[in-house]
């Protein structure tokens, strides 16, 4: 049995519970003696490479040791040396390797784990590497050798492959059982890395707890199981199936440290470790909930989530250390959801309980893993982040999925409630489209682009709904798209055309379009033009010899200059020319990633296949864009000097602006925030930094660049990446075009600034001349404005009715002003609030005026009526707000007052109770003015109407004002009468 002690219970901070477990075994003794043994075997100790694949698009997340050396087992690179051992850390949530359904369930599926490896590049061979895996489990670990079953390669006849007898006898030499060496066939001992590429028949060694003997080797239970399997990496596999042997021999082993360490500790479950055991601790004091009991029954539903939450928090934690974003992989928002709502709703854990764990999980991995240790800061901060923002989509989320159990509950039996919002309006469009046998593709995309339904969410979708939906086809239209989006729709007929016969063509050779220079002299980019022949011209969405004056065309070179849209940078503009012809070129664009698609209109001429032209690009098109892609590269590095945590989301670089999305996790982007940034930018425009591109070949190189910058998730070419450099303060992968020195960038304004997402922030902003105009013209606006506050500091009621009217235009022209797209967004909020100052006083100096108006009419009706017993008067003002009920009162008698200004009119008859009569009172007195407006007589609330009623604000006409004296004398004329 598991060999545990525990020492005395501690309160507090739960961290301290780490050293009250003992095991006879702990991980990082396991690790170490691993990793110490096969380098005191001649391997050099490689470090764990980040969960995130760097530039491996086929992975969510890296899933095995292999995954950094991948490229080495495929022969194009050389290796870090002919033997390596690691500790690569791994995570397995998609794909053939999915864990994540099934964690909590059983003692050995787990999302993040590590993965124990040992590699030999065309090195030793089976016997050496048989005899180490076996010297290290017995003698060593001491596993008993009886308790161990070698597996090996049976053979298949279909493939024209011979059983592993190399490996078989190999086991026989080292002393092993022959009743333990197990043929198998392909599927349990031939590895593969994908459907061709290296591959080769594999050993395993398994553990049979319970000595239960050999029939229950790969039989899939828990008392008998894999530790450790060696891969001999021989042959390589071609797409049509057919193999060959490679030109070098690998070795690529892998052990599971979770599973081994339960092993040791004779234990057939990876939570009874030190690894699991005081998170298991920690969530019970922090959470109050009975200790975990280490139950796998179906019903143990407490236990499944104290091992649910505590796997998916190392796997968090590491994520959040590799910089993997919870916005940016949606694999990781999931699993942190469901780590959150395990918290909340099972544990009912206070607040923090995330946060708590994360220390544990640091404290547990972060001597192994460094980045964890040095990290710790962020990982806390994106995680009370993401905390805040889980009770906001919790809440909404609830309504949604109650919704969905109302309107649709056959198909809430298969959401859950994380996924209610999306789902829920997916739905009702599925409805209201009558969707009943296919989900067309243009369907799939609006579900994309205006639900937020990823592609696996519509896949999932369509399987709840029983409608088919064609991967394939989605992605096809959605590519269409985003290229109709570059191109526009009257072209994309010859797109389709030439994607149809991209293969035909050769690769465009661009490298031209990094060739330029600058005259000190006149401060002027020059770009030399390139000779090139016309290869392709497709026209109408045919490929065509020719095409003439007037004529819409996409023409492909064999070289250019011109520069294909890519990286966020717009393509270039400029003309195709040969002899009198000449082709306007509007936009390029790459097609393939390999060839540059001139686009445009020929002026003059005619331009033939085969020509051989002249290219060139409009210089000031390409410094503007050089501009503003150093822009935005100069802006990416004093907001990662600013923040503690940021990420590019995406960008845009076009000749008139730049825009730049950015992931911001509890920190303050205001105004003052803007000022820094803005300042940290002309700082190094200041300092004229020099910028430096270089070309490094294989993605592989990107890990040995210093202060890398890199757009998770990105992939980028295996061959000559380009790298840009500022002021070595960071490195970015880019492809764009960019200024020689930031010097050049003479100016840089913040123009835009507002939140695009949750977390994301979005600035746009301007260079060069541009940003000097923004500039110039915000200060020559500023001065305007600011020059009219000695006229409004005194007191407002002493301004005259002019003065008013024109600082109140003034005030609505300039805020139009201040709101122009490129208008300094600093400058703007500052103005803001001097033009909302003056609003207020002018507001304040109207109703002064107005209250003086009102009162000089009111005074003169009374003065004029000071006779009669009651007091009638239309008072008519431009605009404003007037009190009826106070002049009322201030009449001092029975009054009925109209109020008009400009399109509405109101008014109030009120007299004494004693005055009212059952033939006249405050309603009827009041009611020919109502009936004239089809308005509607009321009293204010709780009062009698017929001592005081009201005409509510009724909209008016020019006949009802042209006939409005006739009706006030038929109200007077009854109030004479009853007045006498």
């Given at each position: ?7 005395p219970?501690l309160v507090g901070?739960?961290?301290v519970?780490?050293n ?13 003696q691993?990793?110490e043994?096969?380098?005191a075997?001649g391997?050099k100790?490689?470090?764990s490479s ?8 086929s ?6 040791g ?5 490229r ?13 051992v ?11 390797h999915?864990?994540?359904s ?13 993965m124990?490896?040992s590699?030999?590049?065309?090195d030793?061979w089976?016997?050496e590497?048989?005899s180490?895996?076996w010297?290290?489990?017995t003698?060593h670990y001491?596993?008993?050798p009886?308790?161990?079953y ?7 006849e ?12 190999t086991?026989?030499?080292i002393g092993v059982?022959?009743?333990h060496?197990?043929?198998?066939g ?6 593969e890395?994908?459907?061709?590429g ?7 060694i398994?553990?049979?707890?319970n000595d ?8 899939g ?5 894999e530790?450790?399997?060696?891969v001999f990496?021989e042959?390589n ?9 490679l030109?070098g021999r ?5 052990m ?5 360490v339960?092993?040791l ?13 005081p998170l ?6 922090h959470?109050?909930?009975p200790?975990y009991g ?6 143990a539903?407490l236990?499944?989530a ?5 796997d998916?928090?190392?796997m968090?934690v590491?994520?959040l250390?590799d910089?993997?974003?919870?916005d940016?992989?949606?694999?990781l928002?999931y699993v ?19 946060q708590e ?7 547990s ?8 240790q040095?990290?710790q800061h962020?990982?806390?901060s994106?995680?009370?982040f ?9 809440d ?6 109650h919704?969905i ?5 056959k198909?809430?039996e298969?959401?859950?409630a994380?996924e209610a919002?999306n789902?829920?309006?997916a739905i009702?469009?599925?409805e ?5 046998d296919?989900?067309?593709p243009?369907?799939a995309?609006k ?6 339904m ?13 409608i088919?939906f064609?991967?394939?086809e989605?992605t ?6 985003k ?8 072209q ?15 690769s ?8 330029y ?8 980019y ?5 000779q090139?022949?016309v290869?392709?011209?497709v ?8 095409i003439?004056?007037?004529?819409e065309?996409?023409?492909?070179l064999?070289?250019t200059?011109?520069?294909g849209?890519?990286g966020?940078?717009v393509?270039?503009?400029g003309t195709?020319s040969?002899g009198?012809t000449?082709f ?5 664009q ?5 060839l540059v ?5 020929v002026k003059q ?5 085969g020509d051989?032209v ?8 390409r ?6 892609h150093?822009g935005?590269?100069?802006?990416n590095?004093v907001?990662?000097?600013?923040l503690p ?5 995406s ?7 730049l ?9 303050d982007?205001?105004v003052?925030f803007?000022?820094r ?14 910028v ?18 890199t757009l998770p998730g ?11 450099t500022?002021s070595d303060q960071q490195?970015?992968?880019?492809c764009?075009?960019?200024l020689?020195?930031?010097?050049h ?6 123009v ?6 949750t977390?994301?922030k ?7 001349d ?5 500039r110039?013209?915000g ?5 305007e404005?600011l ?8 007191n407002?009621?002493?301004l005259?009715?002019?003065m ?5 235009q003034?005030?609505?022209?300039w ?6 797209a490129n ?7 500052e103005?803001?609030?001097v ?5 207020q006083?002018i ?7 107005l ?6 009419q ?8 000071q006779?009669r017993p009651?007091l009638?008067v239309?008072i ?15 009449a001092s008698k ?5 109020a ?10 009120m ?10 009172n ?11 407006f ?5 009293a ?9 009623c ?5 909209k ?10 006739s009706v006030?004398e038929r109200?007077?004329?009854?109030a004479?009468?009853y007045?006498?």
């Amino acid at each position: 049995m598991l060999k545990l002690m525990l020492q005395p219970k501690l309160v507090g901070d739960t961290r301290v519970m780490l050293n009250s477990f003992r095991f006879k075994h702990t991980s990082s003794e396991v690790r170490s003696q691993f990793l110490e043994f096969f380098q005191a075997h001649g391997h050099k100790l490689i470090p764990s490479s980040p969960v995130l694949p760097l530039n491996d698009p086929s992975l969510l997340f890296v899933n095995a040791g292999m995954n950094q050396f991948k490229r080495v087992l495929q022969n194009e690179i050389e290796p870090p040396a002919p033997r390596v051992v690691n500790s690569q850390r791994c995570i397995r949530v998609g794909g053939k390797h999915n864990d994540l359904s099934q964690v909590g369930l059983d003692g050995s599926h787990l999302t993040m784990f590590e993965m124990l490896g040992s590699w030999s590049f065309k090195d030793y061979w089976k016997e050496e590497a048989c005899s180490m895996a076996w010297t290290l489990l017995t003698q060593h670990y001491r596993l008993d050798p009886k308790k161990l079953y070698v597996t090996y390669f049976g053979g298949c006849e279909k493939s024209g492959l011979p059983p592993d007898l190399e490996v078989r006898d190999t086991w026989l030499n080292i002393g092993v059982d022959p009743s333990h060496i197990l043929p198998f066939g392909m599927k349990d001992n031939f590895w593969e890395m994908g459907s061709s590429g290296p591959c080769g028949p594999c050993t395993e060694i398994h553990y049979d707890y319970n000595d239960k003997g050999p029939d229950l080797v790969n039989a899939g239970t828990s008392e008998n199981i894999e530790i450790w399997n060696l891969v001999f990496v021989e042959y390589n596999r071609f797409l049509n199936g057919e193999l060959e042997k490679l030109g070098g021999r690998h070795i690529d082993t892998g052990m599971g440290l979770e599973r081994l360490v339960a092993v040791l500790n004779n234990s057939n479950s990876s939570f009874d470790s030190d690894l699991f055991q005081p998170l298991f601790e920690a969530i019970s004091i922090h959470s109050g909930a009975p200790k975990y009991g280490g139950n796998f029954d179906a019903n143990a539903e407490l236990d499944t989530a104290y091992r649910i939450l505590a796997d998916h928090m190392r796997m968090i934690v590491v994520c959040l250390g590799d910089q993997v974003f919870p916005d940016q992989n949606h694999k990781l928002k999931y699993v942190l959801r469901k780590a959150f709502n395990i918290a909340n709703n099972t544990f009912k854990a206070p607040h923090g309980l995330v946060q708590e764990l994360s220390n544990h999980v640091i404290e547990s991995l972060g001597d192994t893993f460094p980045v964890l240790q040095t990290r710790q800061h962020i990982i806390k901060s994106i995680l009370e982040f993401e905390e805040e923002g889980y009770k906001k989509f919790t809440d909404k989320s609830e309504k949604n999925y109650h919704q969905i159990k109302k309107e649709f509950p056959k198909e809430a039996e298969y959401i859950d409630a994380n996924e209610a919002t999306n789902f829920l309006d997916a739905i009702r469009l599925l409805e209201k489209e009558k969707v009943l046998d296919k989900l067309e593709p243009g369907l799939a995309f609006k579900l994309y682009e205006s639900h937020g339904m990823q592609e696996q969410d519509i896949a999932k979708l369509s399987q709840i709904r029983n409608i088919q939906f064609n991967q394939d086809e989605f992605t096809q239209y959605f590519e269409r798209k985003k290229m109709e989006s570059k191109i526009g729709t009257s072209q994309a007929k010859d797109f389709e055309e030439i994607l149809a016969q991209s293969d035909s063509l050769p690769s465009t050779q661009d490298s031209a379009k990094y060739v330029y220079s600058r005259d000190e002299e006149s401060g002027l980019y020059e770009f030399p033009t390139t000779q090139a022949n016309v290869l392709r011209i497709v026209s109408d969405g045919q490929v065509v010899q020719q095409i003439n004056e007037g004529d819409e065309a996409i023409v492909f070179l064999d070289s250019t200059c011109f520069y294909g849209e890519a990286g966020g940078q717009v393509g270039d503009k400029g003309t195709i020319s040969v002899g009198e012809t000449l082709f306007q070129v509007v936009n390029t664009q790459l097609v393939s990633d390999r060839l540059v698609a001139h686009m445009g209109s020929v002026k003059q001429g005619t331009l033939c296949a085969g020509d051989n032209v002249q290219a060139e690009i409009d210089p000031y098109h390409r410094v503007r864009c050089m501009q503003n892609h150093t822009g935005t590269h100069v802006l990416n590095t004093v907001l990662h000097q600013l923040l503690p945590i940021t990420a590019q989301k995406s960008s845009l670089v076009t000749p008139d602006h730049l825009r730049f999305e950015f992931s911001v996790y509890n920190a303050d982007t205001d105004v003052e925030f803007l000022r820094r940034v803005e300042d940290g930018v002309l700082r190094i425009i200041e300092e004229g930094c020099e910028v430096q591109r270089r070309v490094v070949d294989g993605g592989d190189a990107l890990q040995k660049v210093d202060r890398l910058v890199t757009l998770p998730g990105e992939v980028y070419p295996e061959q000559n990446i380009s790298l840009i450099t500022i002021s070595d303060q960071q490195t970015e992968p880019c492809c764009g075009t960019h200024l020689l020195n930031t010097a050049h960038l003479k100016h840089f304004v913040i123009v835009g600034a507002k939140t695009a997402s949750t977390g994301v922030k979005m600035l746009r902003c301007l260079t060069g001349d541009a940003a000097r105009l923004s500039r110039e013209n915000g200060v020559r606006l500023c001065e305007e404005i600011l020059s009219y506050q000695g006229t409004l500091e005194g007191n407002c009621e002493d301004l005259d009715k002019k003065m008013v009217d024109k600082v109140s235009q003034k005030i609505s022209h300039w805020k139009s002003s201040i709101s122009d797209a490129n208008f300094p967004t600093i400058l703007h909020h500052e103005l803001s609030q001097v033009l909302e100052t003056y609003r207020q006083k002018i507001v304040f100096s109207q109703r002064a005026d107005l209250k003086k108006e009102v009162s000089a009419q009111f005074q003169a009706a009374m003065d004029e009526q000071q006779s009669r017993p009651y007091l009638m008067v239309i008072i008519n003002v431009d605009k404003g707000k007037i009190d009826l009920n106070k002049l009322c009162k201030m009449a001092s008698k029975p009054a009925l007052i109209l109020a008009i200004d400009k399109g509405s009119v109101k008014a109030k008859a009120m007299m004494s109770k004693e005055m009212v009569t059952d033939d006249f009172n405050a309603e009827t007195w009041l009611q020919p003015i109502v009936d004239h407006f089809k308005g509607t007589a009321k009293a204010p609330k709780g009062q009698d109407k017929r001592v005081n009623c009201i005409l509510g604000a009724t909209k008016v006409t020019k006949d009802n004002l042209d006939d409005l004296e006739s009706v006030f004398e038929r109200a007077d004329a009854m109030a004479s009468e009853y007045f006498k």
